[in-house]
């Protein structure tokens, strides 16, 4: 019971006269003592019991504080500064960098270019997973095979996959275009270097490298959809694209929720492909906002406004994490 | 409720967690060779190496830390003169840490400001003017007055370029940029003289037209040339960061003015250039199509497809390992792209500095080394690398490296040093950014692109 439930007026002490009054408000007063201490102690014994539990997590909760929790707001508290490595006493700018920022139209090339590249390589992922996931969900034989071939870029490191992707694009040089010229006869593309391709040419090479995780996450997705389901829909004369529709595609959503939220987080943050295979260019029409936000911090020593940078993309990202979250979970069938 | 506002802070944590700190962003690996700080990743380069390679000398608690970034080739005749100090001083106690460009200009600083800095570190005399605004370095002039080897040793442009407020911040250990490798086989089968070569822009398009030639024998100013199926190029597109401020300054335009207040990336002179590169790639097809990032010839060049590739002094490592090109190959000055035949050419410095916070014992063992490679610099030009005293440059076995004394002459008669200024490489991106745009496609509008980039350039040199 609560301290202001006992404060309650006592509808049966009413009726008494003062001394019986007296006495029972005094009783009512005593009781939610007893209760507070009651509580105190139960809650000490409970506390007691989980102990071990929070010892158990204290280690890894240190580390989070320290390497995690502790950087993210020294960042917030250095986006607020004309940040220099070297000095103690630092010059305060309040929101100039944030200002800075919005005014910046390089930022908003970069981020730009990074929603294109992350909306071009979720659907491309997606899409081609979802499709080689059905294709590959029922064992045949060298299925096993297709399922190792098609993870085996996922393994690569990133320095690896942009030495291949060079080879594969390269204009003089490249496999591609020595098939679409040499070939096919067609005029050659300069693939890495027009601003209109290079984005759709990393996404590409993006999904060639990323897209067997969400393959297997598929896989065991549609392994969770009950066989009696297809079985009733064909007895009901369901083709094979309408049972997609009508059964896959509803009952894969929670699995679909996942992919495109890690996938959305994962792509927000490329980095490493625009700088090993274009140095972000040409002009700025590969740089991303991550590749954008390291030139900052340790290109230019501008650490502030390199903050300020990470703050904005952190903020853009959990907008558009909830709005995914929100719009997905509506169509999820649990 | 509780849960939801639990839930989104738990969303909110995660998502900074992942964009602030970089969760899932691969670390960027530094790529070729012979690269400054600001360097754009290779194409066709060598492999990133992302391990740091240490070489330590000598045992005791306490050895003095040498960091660089010298870990292409060139690292490894590095590597050979650390371990001749080594030997003519037995007492010496050191290390030697290679670390890629990209790492190093992360751990330099932080080690800096930590309290940990290593004794002696090797990078760039474009950067210095940027890590001395940064606190990150010591003043050096006393180690030309306790050695007694002059500033006037060494290339006035370079010192200029290294000194800030009136001091001297390091010591060149050598001079390296841009030259022509001059491919005389390729010139010869075009039935051309190859120890004649055009003197001026005009002259190299007419020169150039003879030489290049695609896969049915056709020279671009005949009918019916495939442009698409190019077999031999006059000239190749090459690392801008070289390539772009040379030919500015031969054209008598540049990204700058003189004292660093102006950007004259859209001056008349500096468009002229621009649009010159681009006709040769667009207009005459006597030069592959633009290339984003570090293009490198390498490849087209050992298979006689490139009669002038305009490349680094550090090429002389390549030669070296393929002697069967060298032996077609004459090195040459930078040729002139200007209509007046003007010469200019673009070096850099690998150079020493003593960090921020480094203690006098530190201070005295890195001198000792300094001395020792600098004085020694006659094995370093086995790198391709022109030493930086002019001493060195002009004992017999130096001069015996063909490319390498001609390196030197061209740098000691016009060679110029980029940007001094604390915003360096922030000005940098800027204007290869511009460049990008420019050269793209062959409809990109060279004097809009380098308007933009103009303005770029001008609010770095603004902010306060």
């Known amino acids: 019971m609560g301290w202001g439930a006992a404060r309650r007026p006592n509808p049966v002490a009413i009726h008494l006269n003062l001394e019986s009054f007296t006495m029972a408000t005094s009783t009512a007063a005593a009781a939610p003592q007893r209760t507070s201490a009651t509580d105190k102690r139960r809650r000490w014994k409970a506390l007691k019991n989980q102990l071990p539990n929070y010892l158990f997590i204290l280690p890894h909760f240190f580390l989070f504080a320290v390497f995690l929790l502790y950087p993210i707001f020294r960042g917030l508290q250095i986006s607020l500064y004309d940040w220099k490595i070297m000095l103690t006493d630092q010059r305060w700018l309040g929101l100039a960098n944030y200002q800075a920022l919005m005014n910046d139209a390089v930022f908003w090339q970069v981020l730009r270019n990074t929603f294109w590249f992350m909306i071009l390589t979720v659907i491309m992922n997606v899409t081609l997973a979802l499709i080689v996931a059905a294709g590959l969900k029922h064992r045949f034989t060298g299925s096993d095979f297709f399922r190792v071939l098609f993870y085996a870029p996922g393994i690569l490191s990133v320095s690896v996959l942009g030495i291949i992707a060079i080879r594969v694009w390269e204009p003089q040089l490249g496999i591609i275009n020595y098939y679409f010229v040499n070939v096919m006869g067609f005029p050659r593309v300069n693939w890495v270097s027009d601003p209109t391709l290079i984005i759709p040419v990393l996404a590409i090479t993006t999904v060639w490298w990323t897209f067997g995780f969400p393959m297997l996450v598929f896989i065991a997705g549609l392994h969770s959809i009950p066989e009696q389901l297809y079985e009733a829909a064909k007895i009901d004369g369901a083709g094979v694209l309408s049972a997609f529709r009508h059964i896959t595609i509803p009952l894969i959503m929670p699995t679909m929720l996942f992919v495109v939220v890690t996938q959305f987080i994962a792509h927000m943050q490329v980095f490493a492909q625009p700088y090993i295979i274009t140095g972000g260019g040409p002009g700025n029409a590969s740089r991303s906002v991550v590749q954008y936000l390291y030139e900052t911090a340790w290109k230019y020593f501008r650490y502030g406004?390199?903050?300020?940078?990470?703050?904005?993309?952190?903020?853009?990202?959990?907008?558009?994490?909830?709005?995914?979250?929100?719009l997905m979970r509506r169509r999820a069938e649990y | 409720m509780r849960r939801l506002s639990l839930g989104l802070t738990l969303l909110m944590v995660v998502a900074m967690l992942l964009s602030a700190c970089g969760g899932a962003a691969p670390a960027a690996e530094a790529p070729a060779a012979e690269a400054p700080a600001a360097e754009a990743p290779a194409a066709n380069a060598p492999t990133p190496e992302p391990t740091p390679v240490v070489n330590a000398f000598g045992q005791c608690d306490d050895p003095m830390r040498l960091w660089h970034g010298l870990t292409g080739s060139d690292g490894a005749v590095f590597a050979e003169m650390l371990q001749q100090f080594a030997e003519a001083n037995p007492d010496a106690c050191f290390e030697s840490q290679g670390i890629p460009w990209d790492l190093f200009f992360q751990k330099y600083p932080t080690a800096v400001a930590a309290g940990t800095p290593p004794d002696l570190v090797i990078f760039h005399a474009a950067e210095v003017q940027q890590m001395a605004s940064e606190g990150l370095m010591q003043p050096m002039d006393d180690w030309y007055d306790t050695t007694g080897i002059g500033k006037d040793q060494f290339n006035d442009v370079l010192i200029n370029a290294i000194s800030v407020e009136g001091q001297t911040m390091a010591v060149p250990f050598d001079n390296h940029g841009w030259m022509a490798w001059v491919n005389t086989k390729v010139i010869q089968d075009a039935g051309l003289d190859p120890t004649t070569l055009p003197k001026d822009g005009t002259e190299f398009i007419a020169w150039a037209q003879q030489v290049t030639t695609d896969v049915n024998g056709k020279h671009p100013n005949e009918e019916g040339f495939d442009k698409d199926n190019v077999a031999v190029w006059a000239t190749w597109w090459t690392w801008p960061r070289f390539t772009v401020p040379s030919v500015l300054w031969q054209f008598g335009g540049g990204v700058v003015n003189e004292d660093v207040t102006q950007a004259t990336l859209d001056s008349p002179e500096s468009i002229a250039a621009i649009q010159y590169i681009k006709d040769l790639?667009?207009?005459?097809?006597?030069?592959?199509?633009y290339q984003t990032g570090t293009p490198y010839g390498g490849e087209p060049y050992q298979n006689n497809q490139i009669a002038i590739w305009w490349e680094g002094t550090w090429t002389g490592g390549y030669m070296r390992d393929r002697p069967d090109v060298a032996a077609v190959t004459e090195p040459m000055f930078l040729n002139s792209y200007a209509p007046d035949g003007k010469q200019a050419v673009k070096f850099d410095s690998h150079i020493f500095s003593v960090p921020t916070g480094v203690d006098e014992k530190g201070r005295q063992e890195a001198y000792a080394l300094i001395k020792y490679l600098v004085e020694n610099g006659a094995y370093w030009a086995n790198s391709g690398q022109v030493p930086a005293l002019k001493s060195v440059q002009a004992l017999p076995e130096v001069q015996a490296k063909k490319s390498v004394a001609v390196a030197a002459d061209q740098f000691n008669k016009f060679g110029r040093t980029d940007t001094s200024s604390p915003r360096f490489i922030e000005i940098q991106t800027a204007w290869e950014t511009a460049i990008?745009?420019?050269?793209?496609?062959?409809?990109?509008?060279?004097?809009?692109?380098?308007?933009?980039?103009?303005?770029?350039?001008?609010?770095?040199?603004?902010?306060?």
């Open chain 1, 305 to 326: 406004y390199a903050s300020a940078i990470s703050v904005v993309l952190a903020l853009i990202m959990i907008v558009v994490t909830i709005v995914l979250f929100s």
């Open chain 2, 281 to 289: 790639m667009c207009k005459y097809y006597v030069m592959n199509p």
């Open chain 2, 436 to 464: 990008g745009n420019a050269l793209a496609t062959c409809d990109a509008d060279v004097t809009k692109a380098l308007q933009d980039g103009n303005q770029a350039v001008q609010a770095i040199l603004d902010r306060p």
